[in-house]
């Protein structure tokens, strides 16, 4: 194990020193990665919205909105196909997904049949053609009458047609803006996710966003008053809508579009000559521009009213005909509106609706704040780690650091190669990775302790130690690993950006550990040639202890017993706090502009807007609040319209931080998803131990960290913590730690029943849990000198979250002791038949473990 050809030497220090050379532009200034030489790696890692700013929305489509567009065309359809073929009709009325029409003429008929026929021909529904729905199905509820009912198929096609149009809009408004690499992309069925980062106007972009910018030229109806028309019935083809002024003026227009934005080709914002204000100048294709042309040349003096999203902008007198296909809109426009407008137009407009059904918005200023206390939570959780392990290990800690370090530079590495974002909680994956990283090294260290000590030479020590460490290193990682999947899986956003730096954390942990770590050993043994395993400055627990640890296992199982108990009563006394991912609502981070934030009287003003129950709370640095304002119930667009009216209360005095809206659609859904996560770990961890071990291995495991998930739970009820998804991601990173360090006491236990056959099964866990006993208090305290440094330093965003991981660690490690290990024994792991009577227990228990 300790020998290396010289091409595995080669390609290990290779693969570090590439590492390096791919992470080291992530420490430089701009400035010096542009001067540098063109071959040399310049890319640097993608820093998430929590860290640079910018704005993360979801929107969605309205699905009722699609198909009572659908059905509307679908009347108009009707009614011009039966009037050019000359069939008489009547009754042509619209309920629920369906659309019937009556043929006055049973003679008729079949030519009615014949004439709309095409309405339920099939339409392809992918690219090739291969494939078809068919969007309206055709019956006779009655002789004479036709009843035409929108298929869920082709409500389905409409969707995602939809879906794609919607996309490609979105994409070129968001890219008229100027921002820099956008993400665009399609989510589930029905949904689209924009992020912009170093966004420094959101609310700009949500209004582009949350248009549909259906723009039309309609001529105004003149042949009634408006007021007629509004206090009674207007004409037949004609509707009554309201212009964009403060207060809406009214017009009549006539239904009949003369031109629609689907023939413009450019808009531009530009100035009036005349009035030197701002105005959007246009430009139709051929066919607009004649069609444009003629309206105009019938109705010289008339008005003509331009309306966009069924509100008139304007509505100009046409005093000539306008012949070149190009004019101008005129509407009281600012500069900004102006440009917008000619965004929306340039880029077209939306097939339907869009809501936003989630927007997680961080302000620059707070990105800045985020990078800085990452930076110093991962500069003191290093050195406290470090420190660590030289205090412990001596020249094997050196050892151990140096493959620290080349762990680190690898996962910056490898996000910066596969291009993942870095975020937060990424930052804390890394930080946490540092601790548990440490945990491999510890594994091996400690196991070449005990093979000195059972007499073999050094280098055999050092060699049966990397050797027999191996499988235990693996499965406590894969554990671990599979929680980080399963988290990349079920998260969103931040929470997948931990799960990334977590997952990469520990195949890099792997790898150095066998790799690198037994390489420097190796290179250490032969120059040295140590005639003992190097000693730490502090000697924190003998080689051996005898700790009768089952004789407390009733006393374990009575306290969990207990504490469960008291869980399960505080969740019927005491309700969660749940946070705004699984109720809905919005939290809003603001920061006082003259640096002194009155809490009592900001919640005095916002609960004068009557927006429901508000929160407010000083929050991290002096002159910050936290506002919580409650799910207004009355679907996603209320909750947009809720934090407009904060911004407008506020805005004067208070600079915007922050900005988190789930809708209740996503509320919901976020959290069946957090539970199906929680549940898949379990279930995942259940089928691995279960493989690798025996099923009673499986079941100890599973009903400790059942037990783990409780407790922590249970704390987050009694203290009244926020829960949200970062405490369903501190949870499974829990899991993964407990399950972590399960394993690798599970691993000792199953050594030592193959060793001693007749040994009883008490005995076996109390030797093994001795034997691991100083690698379960070391790796636990890297980890939280690594977690402390999060917490202290990482700045209020993450600080629950690192909280509930330290209880975690404490509860994990209990429960590993005085759970997971006892119920092997209630699982009868090993029946008293095959017990050997003749055993002495006491002196089999002080043998040294032969691994």
């Known amino acids: 194990m300790l020998y290396f050809s010289r091409w595995k030497t080669i390609l290990i220090w290779a693969v570090v020193a590439l590492g390096v050379l791919v992470a080291l532009p992530n420490l430089y200034p701009q400035s010096w990665i542009n001067a540098m030489p063109d071959w040399l790696p310049k890319r640097t890692m993608t820093l998430g919205l929590d860290l640079q700013g910018g704005s993360h929305i979801l929107l969605q489509i309205d699905r009722d909105d699609l198909a009572n567009e659908r059905l509307e065309s679908t009347r108009d359809e009707i009614r011009t196909t039966l009037r050019d073929a000359r069939i008489g009709y009547t009754g042509l009325t619209g309920s629920g997904n369906s659309v019937q029409v009556r043929i006055r003429d049973a003679d008729q008929l079949e030519a009615a049949k014949t004439a709309l026929a095409p309405l339920i ?47 490609e809009v979105v994409g070129r408004r968001v890219n008229e803006l100027g921002t820099t690499e956008p993400i665009i992309q399609r989510q589930g069925n ?11 106007d959101p609310q700009r972009l949500k209004d582009i966003l949350g248009q549909t910018a259906k723009l039309t030229f309609q001529m105004v109806d003149q042949t009634m008053p408006v007021q007629e028309a509004i206090e009674g019935r207007p004409p037949a083809g004609s509707t009554v809508m309201y212009s964009i002024d403060d207060p809406p003026i009214p017009y009549l227009i006539e239904n009949r579009v003369i031109v629609s934005g689907e023939n413009l080709v450019d808009a531009q914002a ?100 985020s990078i800085a206390a990452g930076q110093m939570a991962s500069l003191v959780g290093a050195i406290l780690v470090i420190v660590c392990m030289l205090l412990v290990y001596g020249k094997l800690g050196v050892i151990a650091n140096i493959a620290l370090a080349a762990n680190v530079a690898l996962i910056v590495a490898i996000l910066t190669m596969l291009g993942a974002t870095l975020t937060l909680p990424g930052i804390a994956g890394i930080v946490l990775t540092m601790g548990m990283a440490v945990d491999s090294n510890v594994i091996i260290f400690e196991r070449v302790r005990e093979e000195r000590a059972q007499g073999r030479s050094i280098v055999q020590s050092f060699d049966q130690g990397f050797q027999r460490a191996l499988a235990t290193v693996v499965d406590a990682n894969l554990t671990t690993f599979i929680v980080a999947v399963i988290l990349f899986y079920m998260g969103t956003g931040p929470i997948r950006g ?60 009575a306290l969990s017993g207990l504490l469960s108990v008291v869980v399960v009563v505080i969740f019927f006394v005491k309700d969660f706090n749940y946070g705004i991912d699984f109720l809905g609502g919005s939290l809003i981070e603001v920061q006082a502009k003259d ?56 805005g004067d005095e208070y600079d915007f931080r922050r900005v988190e809206v789930v809708g209740p659609t996503v509320s919901s859904e976020l959290a069946m998803t957090g539970t199906i996560g929680v549940l898949l770990s379990l279930l995942g961890l259940l089928v691995y131990i279960w493989f690798r071990f025996e099923w009673q291995f499986g079941l100890g495991a599973i009903v400790s960290t059942v037990h783990d998930v409780i407790m922590i739970v249970g704390v987050y009820v009694l203290l009244g913590l926020e829960f949200n998804l970062s405490s369903i991601a501190a949870i499974l ?43 379960t208090i070391l790796t636990g305290l890297t980890v939280l000198l690594a977690l402390f440094a999060l917490y202290f330093y990482g700045g209020e965003v993450i600080s629950s979250f690192v909280f509930a991981i330290i209880l975690g660690v404490f509860i994990g490690t ?38």
């Not at 997952?503 to 043994?525: M, Y």
């Open 190 to 200: 029905d949904r689209i996710l924009v992020q912009v980062p170093g966004l420094q």
């Open 814 to 851: 209990y429960s590993s002791l005085f759970i997971a290990g006892p119920m092997l024994i209630l699982f009868n792991l090993r029946p008293a038949s095959e017990k050997d009577d003749d055993a002495v227990p006491g002196a089999v228990a002080a043998q040294p473990s032969k691994t």
């Open 733 to 775: 990173t829990v899991i993964g730690y407990s399950i972590n360090d399960t394993v690798v006491i599970y691993d000792r236990i199953r050594e030592t029943l193959r060793k001693y056959k007749k040994m009883p099964i008490e005995e076996i866990i109390n030797i093994s849990l001795n034997q691991t006993l100083s690698r």
């Open 270 to 369: 530009s100035f009036d000559q005349r009035t030197n204000e701002p105005v959007v100048s246009f430009r139709f294709d051929s066919r607009g521009a004649q069609r444009f042309g003629q309206a105009t040349q019938q109705n010289v003096n008339r008005l003509f009213a331009i309306i966009l999203d069924n509100q008139v902008i304007s509505a100009p007198q046409i005093r000539e005909p306008i012949l070149g296909g190009t004019g101008q809109i005129s509407g009281s426009f600012t500069v900004q509106g102006a440009n917008d407008l000619a965004v929306l137009l340039r880029a077209g407009a939306l097939p339907a609706d869009l809501t936003i059904v989630e927007e997680r918005t961080v302000g620059p200023s707070l990105g800045a704040d």
């Open 121 to 167: 021909q099939p339409v392809a529904s992918s690219l090739f053609g291969s494939g078809s729905v068919t969007e309206l199905a055709l019956d006779e509820p009655e002789p004479g009458v036709l009843r035409y009912t929108l298929t869920e198929d082709g409500l389905n096609y409409r969707l995602g047609t939809a879906l794609n149009q919607s996309i």
């Open 498 to 557: 931990f799960a990334v730096t977590l997952g990469i954390g520990i195949i890099t942990t792997v790898f150095t550990a066998f790799t690198l770590t037994r390489w420097l050993v190796a290179a250490w043994v032969r120059r040295e040639k140590p005639t003992e395993f190097p000693k730490g400055l502090v000697n924190y627990l003998p080689l051996q202890p005898n700790i009768p640890f089952m004789k407390w296992r009733n006393w374990g199982f």
């Open 595 to 650: 640096g002194s934030a009155d809490p009592g009287d900001v919640r005095t003003r916002l609960g004068d807007l009557n927006i429901g129950e508000v929160q407010v709370q000083e929050f991290g640095s002096e002159g910050s609040l936290l506002i919580r304002v409650q799910s207004q119930g009355t679907g996603d667009n209320a909750e947009q319209s809720v934090v407009q009216m904060v911004q407008a209360e506020l």
